[in-house]
């Protein structure tokens, strides 16, 4: 399996630093243009693949992947939980989050970190330069993504963190794994709730907010359920995320801006969490405004 990068009229030349993105239903990702484009700039000779694989696949292609010895991979929905047992070793970061978004082929172990915990909070405070410490923050899902932010809010010390999820099971499973964090860093569980999208409470909590995060992709299926919650209520001095990039302006970026609502999609925190992971690879870390430039020729 052979990675063209680059031709003439007589030799190919096969890049030695193979990089790629396993996700589902991933047409839309801009990784692939993020690492290839910053790699042609900073001269390294890499290759950077979309790996779109159905979820009855994936077993099958990552293996593969590891059979090829490829160098290294970022992992996106539906996969960040599934992928960790398919790794030899984890950062301590990954490891307590159990969740994987970077992947690295390292003296021929393949060894997983997570660096949307990082980007989430990199993108906070240049989105809206929030002081999350003491913070009241919403989060809008209880899927792998949600694992990685609840982490980083809560060693940024945030002080009320309530979780909305449709699947109130799936809130109290995230909100059990959290408690268990405390055995790796002094963090603040006892901040900690959550509730579904039919809560008589949520009104108090929205009111309360500092920063709403949402982790709920346009594409799934509880997405129209959360249009319907009591974004009137909000704080007009909160401040809104949606980790989702595309589109630009999903229907939950809409609505708040329709609530006066100071609001930014997840292109920023994609940009932060790419940084970190070309710097695993590559051991170059290039700033974020080097990146967007560079993404922009």
Known sequence: MDFIVSE????????????????????????????????????????????DVNPDCFAEAFNGFKSLKLNGANITK?????????????????????????????????????????????????????????????????GGASKAILYSLLKEGASGIHLINRDLRKAAQLVETASEWNKYNNLNIKSLSYSNFISETIKNVFNECGLIVNTVTPSEESAKTILSLPFSELNKNSYAIDISYSPPETPFMAIMRKNKIKTANGFSMLLFQAIESFYIWTDKKPDFNFALNAIQL
């Open 8 to 51: 003439n009229s007589k030799n190919q030349y096969v890049c030695p630093l193979v990089l790629g993105i396993f996700g589902h239903n991933i047409s839309y990702s801009v990784s692939p243009l993020i690492h290839n484009k910053l790699g042609n700039i900073l001269k390294l000779n890499l290759c950077y693949k979309k790996f």
């Open 78 to 142: 539906p996969y960040k939980v599934e992928v960790v047992k398919y790794l030899d070793k984890l950062s301590k970061e990954a490891e307590i989050i159990g969740a994987v978004n970077t992947v690295k082929l390292d003296n021929n172990i393949y060894k997983g970190y997570n660096t949307d915990s990082i980007g989430f909070i990199k993108s906070v405070k240049y989105e809206f330069n929030f002081n999350l410490n003491n913070a009241k923050i919403i989060i809008l899902g209880a």
